[in-house]
T-cell receptor, first 114, second 113 residues
Framework: DSGVTQTPKHLITATGQRVTLRCSPRSGDLSVYWYQQSLDQGLQFLIQYYNGEERAKGNILERFSAQQFPDLHSELNLSSLELGDSALYFC?????????????FGQGTRLTVV | QKEVEQDPGPLSVPEGAIVSLNCTYSNSAFQYFMWYRQYSRKGPELLMYTYSSGNKEDGRFTAQVDKSSKYISLFIRDSQPSDSATYLCAMRRTTDSWGKFQFGAGTQVVVTP
């Protein structure tokens, strides 16, 4: 168990809908990262928050947004869902952001858009 | 063409054999190189990371980086059935935030008893 908790584990929803994925980082970790893993695109970095502030952006669609709350948990909001958004969404957390700081991944949320 | 290329496998080896995995990349600005292991239905876990060129060893695992050839490798000695997983390489530039990696597609490894 990495200590990173993601809910829900599975989510099935229809096209056009909006969903919220939740991530609770390891105790004390300030940095949260979101990734999308799909069969055709592999694992892709979406966005990073550090202590409540956005730190870096990757290949995140405009229909997606995220935030990190004062208690350091983070939410990834996906709207106007399309079939192609079906994927595993991972959250990772780390204490700091330097290279030699290991980040720990949660078990992911499997999103299926039908 | 993707910035990071990795053969998806599957790579099947008998228990005790050496597993050899590799990735090639096109962006010469990549300086940090990582290997992750991902078991089915689990999140990736960091195995090793190296900075710039050279070798690094940790137990049964050896990571090599050849920047002149834009080629990185991971070797697993004395492989065990518990090593059966997908192995992803990842890399990033010095100027990028820590998590902003480019991942390979992952190689599925099967170690048979």
């Amino acid at each position: 168990d990495s200590g990173v908790t993601q809910t829900p584990k599975h989510l099935i929803t229809a096209t056009g809908q909006r969903v919220t994925l939740r991530c609770s980082p390891r105790s004390g970790d300030l940095s949260v990262y979101w990734y999308q893993q799909s069969l055709d695109q592999g694992l892709q970095f979406l966005i990073q928050y550090y202590n409540g502030e956005e730190r870096a952006k990757g290949n995140i669609l405009e229909r997606f947004s995220a935030q990190q709350f004062p208690d350091l948990h983070s939410e990834l909001n996906l709207s106007s869902l399309e079939l192609g958004d079906s994927a595993l969404y991972f959250c990772a957390s780390s204490l700091r952001t330097e290279m030699n700081t290991e980040a720990f991944f949660g078990q992911g949320t499997r999103l299926t858009v039908v | 063409q993707k910035e990071v290329e990795q053969d998806p496998g599957p790579l099947s080896v008998p228990e005790g054999a050496i597993v050899s995995l590799n990735c090639t990349y096109s962006n010469s600005a990549f300086q940090y190189f990582m290997w992750y292991r991902q078991y089915s239905r689990k999140g990736p876990e960091l195995l090793m990371y190296t900075y710039s060129s050279g070798n690094k060893e940790d137990g049964r695992f050896t990571a090599q980086v050849d920047k002149s050839s834009k080629y990185i490798s991971l070797f697993i000695r004395d492989s065990q059935p518990s090593d059966s997983a997908t192995y992803l390489c990842a890399m990033r530039r010095t100027t990028d935030s820590w998590g902003k990696f480019q991942f390979g597609a992952g190689t599925q490894v099967v170690v048979t008893p």
